[in-house]
T-cell receptor, first 112, second 116 residues
């Protein structure tokens, strides 16, 4: 039972490069989320989805795009990476009737 | 805007000690509060969730309480063990319906070290 799987685990980008982070969950959860965690800022919501084909902005969406083409996958894209996007990124999911969040193990991203 | 504060930022205790972690929030109009554990290099694991109508929740050696009117929650850990060493975060949700306004607001966590 894998739960929430994030790939890659580590990545180094140069300013201006693009990349996609993949989140996959095998719990048939409706809701999926992308967070970033920064020292002194805590966890902040980037984007979220309440079901396949839907996405919505969170607290800090600028510079990111997301897609939820399949229920089990939630992709986070950086079109033109900036040093301010250096962070640890977490994906999370939950069912519609359960408030308990399940998190992936994170992606450490450095933008030089 | 909801703000969640956890004090202290770090705590070191000897094995076997009972301890309390604190979480305070500025807006008492919450839907629920959740406590998480985060191990180094790992994601968060949900420990306990308290609905706004509840006063406490228990799981094994963990007990979480909620006082909405005062904007406070505590996580009590009984008979601490070295394996309890981790960062503990609390998070509050404002609304039941999933909207951007109902997002979880996290505290920065308390880093707990339990020494053998």
């Amino acid at each position: 039972n894998a739960g929430v799987t994030q790939t890659p685990k580590f990545r180094v980008l140069k300013t201006g490069q693009s990349m996609t982070l993949l989140c996959a969950q095998d719990m048939n959860h409706e809701y999926m989320y992308w967070y970033r965690q920064d020292p002194g800022m805590g966890l902040r919501l980037i984007h979220y989805s309440v079901g396949e084909g839907t996405t919505a902005k969170g607290e800090v969406p600028d510079g990111y795009n997301v897609s939820r083409l399949k229920k089990q996958n939630f992709l986070l894209g950086l079109e033109s990476a900036a040093p301010s996007q250096t962070s640890v990124y977490f994906c999370a999911s939950r069912g519609p009737w359960d408030e308990k969040l399940f998190f992936g193990s994170g992606t450490q991203l450095s933008v030089l | 805007k909801q703000e969640v504060t956890q004090i202290p930022a770090a705590l070191s205790v000897p094995e076997g000690e009972n301890l309390v972690l604190n979480c305070s929030f500025t807006d008492s109009a919450i839907y629920n509060l959740q406590w998480f554990r985060q191990d180094p290099g790992k994601g968060l694991t949900s420990l306990l969730l308290i609905q706004s109508s509840q006063r406490e929740q228990t799981s094994g050696r963990l007990n979480a309480s909620l006082d909405k009117s005062s904007g406070r929650s505590t996580l009590y850990i009984a008979a601490s063990q070295p394996g309890d060493s981790a960062t503990y975060l609390c998070a509050v949700r404002r609304l039941a319906r999933e909207t951007s306004g109902s997002r979880l607001t996290f505290g920065e966590g308390t880093q707990l070290t339990v020494n053998p």
